[in-house]
């Protein structure tokens, strides 16, 4: 991460530089990339996004291969692997348990967190508590930018008519909480190929000082077969449909989805695609909590695009790629040459998953072809924003006893890929808490 993201989220720029590599030791690695990364790292400095930073973690204009939570033989590292450096006799950890409620002491002048209820994997209810003795003990929530503010709402912690609404007995009202949500929309063009190509996923970035970053990926379709059951991150089976507004979610959409993903262009998942996420969207939306049962999704809208500066960032990005497109690296590899721009915008469009009704005859209009085509990259964050709902301690402001440390406190996602710092965060704050209510025998 740069230094001035650190700097605006103000934490201690030694402490963030420590705990990085803690995590970097653990999990991260150094990919080997094949061609299709190559093609894009040179394909990247020869439409001028320069200069080639080489292999590293920082994040820096340019063009960059970063690190990966893939091993060389295909294993995925993930958050759990970290609990190895835990010490098992202080830790307990419950799989498939879920957490309906935080449980509030309401007698003291400021309510204080002092449990939770929650379902075990035979679900069994549980109601655990604190130890009262510990003045320092608290609750943490670590459930991410959909979960988190839809554990403080069914707790009673949230706007004054979402409480309402729902029957919930108030603890503490904060307009704030689930909303200024944001995702950062991706779009992609697919390039064919003139053979199959090995599948990869993102390793190569293109960090543009315009706002955009380039990525790419490869090696989805290779038969007939998987390129009709499976698009890799663009399926629609892994929350690539939810681009539109929940309201707009019609059963005439899902078939006409349907219908379109029976026609979709075989020859665009030959090859792979090159990809454009636009950095920190200023569009913004909202969460919305559907019944008290935590087990039922909220609604998020994201409104993507509503900001014009994030439709500006995107035709930029949509540009950078084709410029990447022709370059001699990535005409080497694809077939490029046969089709002109226009046929390959058309192709993208054609074999995009989400719901957006979709115009194929206007790809002159990138504009258009953004708004059509913009899909997840899963980096969706907010809901419990720094400033909002937590202060920079993550403490949430009004209750004691509580804070929430994940997605849903960024203001903005971090890095061209949040899970490392969102890793960081953890480590960070752990060591944090740790000199807070150790001093110096926390030893760190
Ligand atoms: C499909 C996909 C692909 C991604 N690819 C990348 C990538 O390549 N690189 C990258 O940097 N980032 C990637 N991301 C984004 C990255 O995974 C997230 O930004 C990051 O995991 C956010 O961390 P978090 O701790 O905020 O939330 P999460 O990782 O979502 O963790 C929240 C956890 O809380 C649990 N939870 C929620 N509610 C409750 C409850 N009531 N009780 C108990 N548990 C609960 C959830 O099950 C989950 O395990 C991807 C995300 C997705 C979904």
């Not at 960090?207 to 790419?216: D, L, N, Q, R, Y």
């Not at 920190?280 to 049962?293: H, M, R, V």
Request: proline share 5%; charged share 20%; hydrophobic share 35%.
């Amino acid at each position: 991460m740069g230094p001035r993201y650190v700097r605006e989220v103000g934490w201690d720029g030694k402490l963030v530089n420590e705990s990085y590599p803690w995590i970097e030791r653990r999990i991260v690695h150094w990919p080997k990339i094949g061609p299709w990364q190559d093609a894009l790292r040179k394909g990247l400095l020869q439409a001028g996004v320069s200069p080639f930073n080489g292999y590293t973690f920082d994040h820096l204009y340019g063009t960059k291969v970063g690190g990966t939570i893939f091993d060389e033989s295909g294993y995925r590292s993930t958050a759990a692997d970290l609990l190895q450096a835990s010490n098992p006799r202080k830790l307990r950890v419950l799989l498939h348990a879920t957490v309906q409620k935080i449980l509030f002491n309401t007698q003291g002048q400021k309510p204080k967190a002092i449990g939770v209820q929650f379902k075990d994997e035979l679900g069994n209810q549980h109601e655990v508590y604190l130890n009262q003795k510990t003045a320092a003990s608290e609750i943490i929530v670590t459930s991410g930018a959909i979960g988190s503010p839809q554990l403080l709402i069914l707790s009673g912690i949230g706007p004054k008519e979402d409480l309402e609404r729902l029957g919930i007995k108030p603890i503490l009202q904060n307009q704030h909480v689930g909303k200024q949500m944001s995702d950062n929309p991706m779009n992609s063009i697919f390039v064919p190929t003139k053979k199959p190509v090995k599948q990869s996923l993102i390793e190569t970035v293109g960090i543009t000082k315009a706002g955009s970053f380039i990525e790419a990926s490869s090696g989805f379709g290779q038969s007939s077969d998987s390129i009709h059951c499976h698009h890799g991150i663009m399926s629609a089976e892994i929350g690539q449909l939810s681009t539109i507004p929940p309201k707009q979610r019609s059963l005439e959409l899902a078939r006409s989805f349907a219908q379109t993903k029976r026609a979709i262009p075989v020859e665009a998942f030959r090859g792979g695609f090159i990809l454009e996420k636009v950095e920190g969207p200023l569009s913004k939306g909202q969460l919305t909590i559907l019944n008290t049962d935590i087990e039922t999704t909220p609604n998020v809208t994201f409104n993507y695009f509503s900001h014009p500066q994030d439709l500006r960032r995107c035709v930029f990005g949509i540009r950078t790629i084709e410029q990447i497109l022709h370059t001699k690296s990535f005409a080497d590899l694809s077939n490029i040459h046969n089709y002109s721009n226009d046929e390959v915008l058309r192709m993208s469009v054609q074999a995009n998953v989400n719901f957006i009704p979709k115009h194929t005859n206007d790809t002159k209009n990138v504009e258009q072809f953004c708004r059509d085509t913009v899909i997840t990259i899963w980096h969706y964050h907010g809901g419990c924003h720094v400033g909002k709902v937590v202060d920079r301690d993550y403490r949430v402001f009004g209750v004691d006893g509580l804070r929430v440390i994940d997605g849903s406190t960024l203001l903005k996602s971090p890095g061209t890929n949040p899970q490392a710092t969102v890793m960081m965060m953890g480590r960070y704050m752990g060591v944090k808490i740790l000199r807070e209510r150790l001093g110096r025998a926390a030893g760190m």
